[in-house]
């Protein structure tokens, strides 16, 4: 089992910085993807950003250049680092981790974080 914990959500103004941090533990593969989903109300959960194991990141078309996901491998660790906010970014940001194994790949997920931005 994994585990995965979200911290740096909050308020922040339209154009303003937030840092979102997620932590795992528990059994993690040696090869995993980690990344940050969001939901907001009304609408689907979508993938933000993710970042693989070999470190090449993929963003959302919509946050692209505004947005960077980093990891630290030895702490179990991805952040997301977002910049220029706008107001359509609010949402509940979560964790995922993806176990990739002979035995099959399994998700996991953290709690959430609330994001919210004001305009």
Known sequence: QVQLVESGGGLVQAGGSLRLSCVASGTIFSINDM????????KQRELVAAIYSGGRPNYADSVDGRFTISRDNAKNMVYLQLNKMRPEDTAVYSCHLLNVGRSGSYNYWGQGTQVTVSS
């Open 35 to 42: 990344g940050w989903y969001r939901q907001a109300p009304g």
